[in-house]
């Protein structure tokens, strides 16, 4: 069966930190991916999604990046943090339907 | 441009009751609807899906009713349990994007 992992779970970073939030997926083969980001109390924003090895694509202008150096992995990175990037991120994979991962809390300080 | 919403943001109910929740779409090309329950800290878990070919569809304790005519969508749970205690979204995918696009989510608050 699939299982998709991310990490790490909770991050506290400060203001200009560089980010790098990682997944991966096990039990399947070129899976499409997406970061998602999901601020205290609100719905789930798309931010990156991939459908193959170096394909990224970006949803919403940001102080963020994604890269895809292998088939199954995906990673979610920032060169400098703003505070505003604090939020929950969630990996994800699937098709029509959308698979999560357990999330990984940042928090901006 | 196209969403997802829900009706109430919140809904309590006694342990043992049947819930529902709803949910607004406004793309009539939508095709595809999925329900998914987040409770804290975690992320978001399938529950049950169904196209639009399809009126119902029923799960484990789970019905999902589908009303194209009023681009209306509803989660039905029968016999609540504190279990069932979570925030609810519900996602739709078709039209020119593609893309599942998520509502904003409704809490689910079990009292026993």
């Known amino acids: 069966s699939q299982t998709i992992h991310q990490w790490p779970a909770t991050l506290v970073q400060p203001v200009g930190s560089p980010l790098s939030l990682e997944c991966t997926v096990e039990?399947?083969?070129?899976?499409?991916l997406y970061w998602y980001r999901q601020a205290a109390g609100r719905g789930l924003q798309l931010l990156f999604y991939?459908?193959?090895?170096?394909?990224i694509s970006s949803e919403v202008p940001q102080n963020l990046s994604a890269s895809r150096p292998q088939d199954r992995q995906f990673i979610l990175s920032s060169k400098k943090l703003l505070l505003s990037d604090s939020g929950f991120y969630l990996c994800?994979?699937?098709?029509?339907?959308?698979?999560f991962g357990e999330g990984s809390w940042l928090t901006v300080v | 441009g196209e969403s997802v919403g829900l009706h109430l943001p919140t809904l309590s109910v006694q342990e043992g009751d049947n819930s529902i929740i709803n949910c607004a779409y406004s793309?009539?090309?939508?095709?595809?609807f999925i329900w998914y329950k987040q409770e804290s800290g975690k992320g978001p878990q399938f529950i049950i899906d169904?196209?639009?070919?399809?009126d119902k569809r029923q799960g484990q304790r789970v019905t999902v009713l589908l009303n194209k005519t009023v681009k209306h969508l509803s989660l039905q749970i029968a016999a609540t349990q504190p279990g069932d205690s979570a925030v609810y979204f519900c996602?739709?995918?078709?039209?020119?994007?593609?893309?599942?696009?998520f509502g904003t989510g409704t809490l689910l608050a079990v009292q026993p």
């Open positions: 039990g399947t083969s070129n899976p499409n």
């Open positions: 994800a994979w699937g098709g029509n339907t959308i698979y």
């Open positions: 991939s459908v193959g090895i170096g394909q």
């Open positions: 996602a739709e995918k078709g039209g020119a994007t593609n893309k599942l696009i």
């Open positions: 793309n009539s090309a939508s095709d595809y």
């Open positions: 169904i196209r639009s070919n399809m």
